[in-house]
Each structure stands twice: as C-alpha cells, then as structure tokens.
C-alpha cells in the first residue's frame, strides 16, 4: 500500500488533523502516514504550494499527498486528483498543486465527483476529512485515479512567485517563514550569480541591506544569510528570528547581489 502525506493549515491544537488520520486507518488499517506540516499559516494557498513543491522529492514513489489548505471549503470550488511523475495528489482546486504539478511530468488530472469514495455524511465544513482524506485512501489502496471522476484539461492555478535574474544579481520573495523565524524564500543556488562566491554576495530585504552569508547558524551575526535545508536562500537570526524584525516578512522582496 502506497504511503499517504499530510499537508495542511489546521494546526496542532484542535481535532482535526487527528480525525482525518482516524478516517484513513478506519479505511486501511495498516496505511503509513506521514506528516509533512499542519503549521501553514491559516488560508496561505502560497506558501502551501511552495512547501509540497519542495518535500515532494524526498517522499517514496506512489506516495499520495493530501493538501487541505481550503478557505473556500463548501463552496462550489472542485476537489481535484492529479497523478504526475511517480506521485499522485488530493486537493481543492484552488492552485494549492500548481507548484508541484508544473515541476512533474505526465500529468493527468480529474475532478473528485465519485461519491463511492466519500464517506456517508460529507459536512460542508470539512471535506479534508469527508472526501479527500478517503479519496486519497483508496486511491493509496489502488483505486484507479480515473475512478475518482472525469478528466478535466484546466485546474486552478496561482501565479508563481517573482524571480528575476541578472548577471550580477537576482531578486526573489519570502515564500515561507519557519518556527525558527527563518525568512525562506525561492532563489535556488543555481538562480545566484555565476563564478561568485557565497562570500561576495550580499542580501537585501526592504531597508535592511549588507547581510552577509555564512555556511552554518552557529557562525551567524545578527542578520545572516544561508542555503536553507529547501536548498534556496534563507535570511537568518543565530538563536533569534528574522521574522520579528520585519512588519510583513512573508512575500517580502529579497535581492541577492555581488
């Protein structure tokens, strides 16, 4: 039986997230789940998209990601499934996939509309639980993902984040902001500017200018600069947070310059 990943804004203080997974075993007892976070902030589609388009590579082929990040929930917005390169996806449509999907090949998409798949009572307030967690059970079991509903050409998609590239910089965005505070954004290492050590270049977020890069936290000096575990640029406090000293951190432009 394939592995199934969670990923959602419901947090860990409420029944949620506990529910579903009692769904999922209710379904197939000995189903493996793991959790990639329940920490997104509340309704942030975006930072969803950016996180799942980032785990996703490190998770075993046929795993099946559930992605409840819905602040539409009981309106008419679809539920879609997608299966793309060696994985396959439940979600709302509401551009949560469009990260990941955009990265994957083979991509063949369908909107949930078997009611076979649901559970008996769907509440209009919680179909993470009543259609996508059993959806994503059986198709974890090998139900067949056309079974779920009609194909459909088009599903929501959110724009992707700005990254502009130049010889000798590059400007990207905060995309996510960690427990730690840490502003995580979407320039690769390969977005930086060639021949130029980490070194040499110098982060700007806002007013805030200069920040220089280390190779490990313990070596940061206030403001720092590192390639984060997501393999992109992330701005840093030793023991401290980033966050806190921005009004707005998340979606915050950030220049990397030589």
Sequence with gaps: MATLALLTDFGDRDVFVGMMKAVIHKIAPACNIIDITHNIDSFNIKAAAFVLQKSVEYYPDDTVFVAVVDPDVGSDRRIIAAEAGSYRFVAPDNGV???VLAGLESRHVVSVENQKYFLSQVSRTFHGR?????????LASGVALSDMGPSVNAYQVIPFPNLLKYSRSVIGEVMYVDK???LISNITRKDLPLGVELSQLRVTIGDTKHIKFTDHYAAGDGLSAIISGFGTVEVFVN????????AQ????TIVVEA
Aim: no cysteine; proline share 7%; charged share 5%.
């Design 239 to 246: 023991r401290g947070s980033a966050a806190s000293q921005f």
């Design 97 to 99: 996939l469009s990260y």
């Design 130 to 138: 009543d259609i996508m967690a059993p959806v994503a059970t059986h």
């Design 249 to 252: 951190p998340l979606g915050a």
């Design 180 to 182: 730690f505070g840490n």
